[in-house]
């Protein structure tokens, strides 16, 4: 499958480089070529498209999610987290099947695709059921262990982490658990024995509130991070979710340790968790990507408010309006989420790289008049502006159509199906 | 022109009405009926319009913006607001045409119409252009006079009070002036005189920034909002845009008063001026209703970032993620709004008021499923489920399609003409 994109603007993301106009071609998964016009007599292709002056720039790192959740949206809104997370979200999962978390997951592919997201960092209930989905839908999966002292084993997680890698291109496992506070002393050892044996980076769920770390520091004499640090969790990398009550200390340990922030802004601002401190972050050189977290705390996956809420709690809680730069988030929500999850070609728009790329369409008021074009797109874009979503070198949506292999309208009476069975 | 709205769920705002199954028509520019689905037979409909359950509601009333700065959109960000205002936006607007005016106001209203809003409060700087871009374009413009000591004079104030109101349904005038520090004393006593004398409520910035209400305390000994208080400024209503760094005492002059804030939160986000404190406007009785600002702030014109940007920081700045209900939002954002701009006729679903609404389509993922549609709207809602605008009875905006009288291709080349002339 040849696809041609030509009459665009192209956003390559590489580092410095200015948005140019060009072309861009795609060979089956992989970009084949991309610069100026070219003459393309001679190149036979399936699909020629007019890109009529639109952007076409990497798709959106989705880098923590939890995709099962859009069942729970909407459900239970307006609590603290301990409440929301022990009181209503904990009692449904226990009824979850592996069937629920995959059509779930479909669910939440349709909302990703609509905001320009090629690739999930996801972690949830049930690894085989959403890895099928990945395939099945055409969607980029990386999925984590969320294990924890209810389940599942270590055992269980190693045979994941060694069964759910390589089965396709668009599934990959990474060691991970949920979080400290869900995890006790000796399963936390026994994770980061998993991460030596496999030389592997470890992610989690990391001081997303005050009483989260404070509860740590009164168990551990430890913060998180701290404690983490200290039985050797990050000794191949990897990072945390969240990241919004690190101390200077906590900053300096993910700093040498080459760890990436995943921050989620939406979901720590509806449920009252805090502020990341993102611009000591980018001091120190500590790398952020950008994730939703999931539907039932954010309440949307929507990249576009992430990219708006990173910049603008950063300047607002730093009193300073210059502080992260709209390009700065570009690039989170891209290159530094693709690297994070180990997608490294699926950072930027290069020959041979992956062909994860979105179309965002300029020819909408909210991106005219077109004083800067990747300004426009962290502070006045949104979903609608999305009319193209490809990824792994198919197209999944466009201009508002889905191409996932099932009826959206489907997607839709199963989700409200499977609530109506949780909720009793 | 009779059109029938049928299969539809209802949001009427009405106090606590529940969202309903049902059917809604409009006779011109008025609703002829709400209510239960009805025997249509022996009624004749110009137009019949399938909903396919989704809903409709009120139209969103933008009760702050400055329609014309859509030129500088992304031409100056990552600035305080006063660099931003005096070193970049007052010199380019000094250069501004009313016919300039009048086609960054008709990409404004492309803007506007993508997120349901169907009234806009805006204060810009030729009000006769203005009005004649709600008349051409069928946008319901509520101006708001920005008077300041650079002009115009109080002359010209009183002129287009009298002469902007009533000239057509679609347009109105109210007193008001830029902020209490771009104009000097006997100014602002002049306009308080005018107040007087026409019974009327006034309009203006307020405490937006910590710098403006401090150095209003230098000079005066007073915040803004007590310094107008003590000038009679409040005698009839009205409010006050942004009123972020507003002193329990100035809650407690605005309750007495019977005066509205109108919070920004979008913009007070990006140019870091601060949090409003909603729920304790809200804990004292002061209704608040919400706007986007301008575009060269925000800096765009969308009324679900902002709604969410209410309940977010409202949560986060009190630490309690039960603070300023997503329910409450709903309610700022359409009747309270209307109340504010004097837009009573449009401020609910209901027989004999104003056909000015919207349909949020709900066959879109990231309002499935269908736990709680009005939650569904602030919490993951976004500008892809506007897929109907009307206003005036009349149908401005339909699945991406404009109805304004103009190409969009037109006002798009136009808006960027225009600051390629500004910026020189």
């Known amino acids: 499958m040849k ?8 956003l390559t993301m590489r580092d410095d480089e200015a948005l140019f106009e060009g072309e861009l071609w795609t060979e089956d998964n992989l970009i084949s070529y991309v610069g100026d016009k070219k003459d393309n007599s001679g190149e036979r292709f399936d699909r020629e498209i007019d890109c009529k002056g639109n952007v076409l720039m990497p798709g959106f790192k989705n880098a923590h999610t939890h995709s099962g959740m859009t069942a729970m949206r909407s459900y239970a809104d307006d609590l603290p987290l301990q409440a929301w997370l022990n009181e209503k979200i904990f009692p449904m999962e226990a009824k979850m099947t592996g069937e629920d978390c995959y059509e779930l997951s479909r669910l939440a592919v349709l909302e990703y695709l609509t905001s320009g997201v090629t690739a999930v960092f996801d972690m949830y209930l049930d690894p085989d059921h959403i890895a099928k ?11 984590v262990s ?20 390589g089965v396709s291109p668009l599934s990959s496992f990474k060691l991970g658990f949920h979080a400290e506070y869900t995890c006790d002393l000796s399963l936390l050892e026994g994770i980061a ?10 992610w989690t769920h990391n001081s997303e509130t005050e009483f989260e770390t404070k509860d740590c520091i009164k168990r551990y004499g430890k913060t998180p991070t701290e404690l983490m640090d200290s039985l050797g969790m990050f000794e191949y990398g990897g990072g945390g979710y969240h990241c919004v009550h690190f101390s200077d200390h906590d900053i300096e340990i993910f700093k040498n340790r080459g760890c990436t922030v995943v921050t989620n802004p939406g979901s720590n601002t509806k449920l009252a968790s805090g502020i990341a401190p993102i611009q000591k972050f980018l001091d120190a050189g500590v790398p952020v990507a950008i994730g939703t977290d999931g539907p039932s705390s954010n309440n949307c996956l929507d990249m576009f408010r992430e990219m708006f809420l990173v910049t603008g709690l950063a300047k607002l809680s730093t009193k ?7 390009l700065k988030v570009l690039k989170m929500a891209t290159v530094n989420g693709a690297k994070a999850m180990g997608l490294d070609d699926a950072d930027v728009l290069e020959k041979g790289k992956e062909a994860d790329l979105i179309m965002i369409d300029l020819h909408q008021p909210n991106m005219q008049p077109l004083n800067n074009i990747a300004k426009n797109i962290v502070y006045s874009g949104s979903k609608q ?3 193209l979503t490809m990824v792994h070198g198919k197209i999944l949506h466009e201009n508002g159509e889905f191409f996932i292999g099932e009826d959206p309208e489907v997607i839709y009476q199963k989700a409200n199906e499977i609530i109506k069975r949780l909720s009793v």
């Not at 696809?3 to 192209?10: P, Q, V």
């Not at 969320?146 to 890698?165: A, Q, S």
């Not at 024995?193 to 470890?202: G, I, T």
């Open 133 to 143: 989905c990945a395939m099945d839908t055409g969607m980029k999966f990386v999925q």
């Open 320 to 326: 300073d309006a210059s502080a992260v730069d709209g």
């Open 193 to 202: 024995a998993l991460a030596h044996k496999y030389k592997q980076p470890l």
């Open 3 to 10: 696809i041609r994109f030509y009459n665009a603007r192209i």
């Open 146 to 165: 969320g294990i924890n002292k209810f389940g599942p084993t270590l055992e269980v997680l190693e045979d994941r982490y060694l069964r759910l890698n």
């Open 385 to 387: 502006n999305v009319s």
